[in-house]
T-cell receptor, first 113, second 117 residues
Framework: QQQVKQSPQSLIVQKGGISIINCAYE??????FPWYQQFPGKGPALLIA?????SEKKEGRFTISFNKSAKQFSLHIMDSQPGDSATYFC????????????FGKGTKLTVNP | NAGVMQNPRHLVRRRGQEARLRCSPM?????VYWYRQLPEEGLKFMVY????????ESGMPKERFSAEFPKEGPSILRIQQVVRGDSAAYFC???????????????FGDGTRLSIL
C-alpha cells in the first residue's frame, strides 16, 4: 500500500517557468511533510517542510501549499533554473514516534535553458 | 566534513557473501535511520536506531538483515548471504535529539550503491 502518492513522475519546464509537483497522502496521522531534492549520485537533501497547521510555506523560490481536507500538498518552484534539475521527493511522517519518513516515488525535473 | 558519512560508496558482492555498510552520523546526532532505494523508486524505511538500541525495525526484512549502532563507532547495516534482489542504494540519515518542536529533520549521506553479481 503506497501511503504517499506523487505526481508527475517526470516534468520538463523551461527556464523561468513554474514547476509544480503534487503529493497525496492517506494516513491522517501524518503531521510533518518535508520535501527532499536529490542529484544523481548524491543523497536526498532537505529542501523545505511544512506542518498541517499552516496552508502555505515559502522559502525563496520554493513554496509548499498544503490542503489538509483534501490530504494533498504540493511543491512550487518559481523561476525554475537549470540548476534545479534533480529528482524531488515528498515525504510524510508522524512526529513524536520514530519519525520514520514515508516517501513518494519521486519526480524527475528537467529545466531546459 | 560535518555531514553524514557513508562508506563504502560502492560495494560489489557475489551471491552468498556478506555486505557491511557503515554510517557515521553528523556530529552531535544520536539518531540513525537506514533507507533503501531501488531504481526509479522512492526511499523505503528500514530501521531506526539510537546508541546501543534498535528503536523501530518495522521496515527490515525478517531474515539476513541486521543493524547496530554501538556506543562507539559508526552504525552498521549488515546483509548476510546476499541475493540479486539486494542490489540497491542504501542511505543513512541522522537527526539530533528531539528539540521539543516535535520535528527532527533528517540529514542524509550520499549512500552506498550495492551491486550483487
Amino acid at each position: 500500500q503506497q501511503q504517499v502518492k506523487q505526481s508527475p513522475q517526470s516534468l520538463i519546464v523551461q527556464k523561468g517557468g513554474i514547476s509544480i509537483i503534487n503529493c497525496a497522502y492517506e494516513n491522517t496521522a501524518f503531521d510533518y511533510f518535508p520535501w527532499y531534492q536529490q542529484f544523481p549520485g548524491k543523497g536526498p537533501a532537505l529542501l523545505i517542510a511544512i506542518r498541517p497547521d499552516v496552508s502555505e510555506k515559502k522559502e525563496g523560490r520554493f513554496t509548499i501549499s498544503f490542503n489538509k481536507s483534501a490530504k494533498q500538498f504540493s511543491l512550487h518552484i518559481m523561476d525554475s533554473q537549470p540548476g534545479d534539475s534533480a529528482t524531488y521527493f515528498c515525504a510524510a511522517t508522524i512526529q513524536g514516534g520514530s519519525e520514520k519518513l514515508v516517501f513518494g516515488k519521486g519526480t524527475k525535473l528537467t529545466v531546459n535553458p | 566534513n560535518a555531514g553524514v558519512m557513508q562508506n563504502p560508496r560502492h560495494l560489489v558482492r557475489r551471491r552468498g557473501q556478506e555486505a557491511r555498510l557503515r554510517c557515521s552520523p553528523m556530529k552531535g546526532h544520536s539518531h540513525v535511520y537506514w533507507y533503501r532505494q531501488l531504481p526509479e523508486e522512492g526511499l523505503k524505511f528500514m530501521v531506526y536506531l539510537q546508541k546501543e538500541n534498535i528503536i523501530d525495525e518495522s521496515g527490515m526484512p525478517k531474515e539476513r538483515f541486521s543493524a547496530e549502532f554501538p556506543k562507539e563507532g559508526p552504525s552498521i547495516l549488515r546483509i548476510q548471504q546476499v541475493v540479486r534482489g539486494d542490489s540497491a542504494a542504501y542511505f543513512c540519515a541522522s537527526s539530533s535529539t528531539n528539540s521539543g518542536t516535535g520535528s527532527k529533520p533528517q540529514h542524509f549521506g550520499d549512500g552506498t550503491r550495492l551491486s550483487i553479481l
